[in-house]
């Protein structure tokens, strides 16, 4: 996975940020598994080791880079979700959506 992600950004000179932020995603997992790996091999994996916190960035900047792959390039500014037009609209809803739904479950 971690070959695809640099043969990804080696394809063009600029490659678009949303190939970018997929690309450190992925990095991110493949560290994430490695560290788990040796970890559990010597027995001294724990919950909430940095294991798990790169494989929640991970998953993070994969939905970062599907926003951003849903963008055009330049856009003006603009708080909250994107128009109602915009297909990117449901996927800020579902995110929010959950957001509020782990919130309110945890408290």
Known sequence: MLALA???LRRRAAAPPAVRVL???VTLFVLADVGYGYLQLHATFESGMWPDAA?????YLLLLAAYRADRPAVAPRSSGC???RSPSRTACSVFW???RT???SAA
């Not at 494989?55 to 998953?59: I, K, S, T």
């Open 6 to 8: 640099v043969l990804l």
């Open 23 to 25: 690309a450190l995603a």
């Open 55 to 59: 494989w929640l960035c991970g998953d």
């Open 82 to 84: 994107p128009t109602a």
């Open 97 to 99: 959506l959950g957001t």
């Open 102 to 104: 782990s919130i309110r």
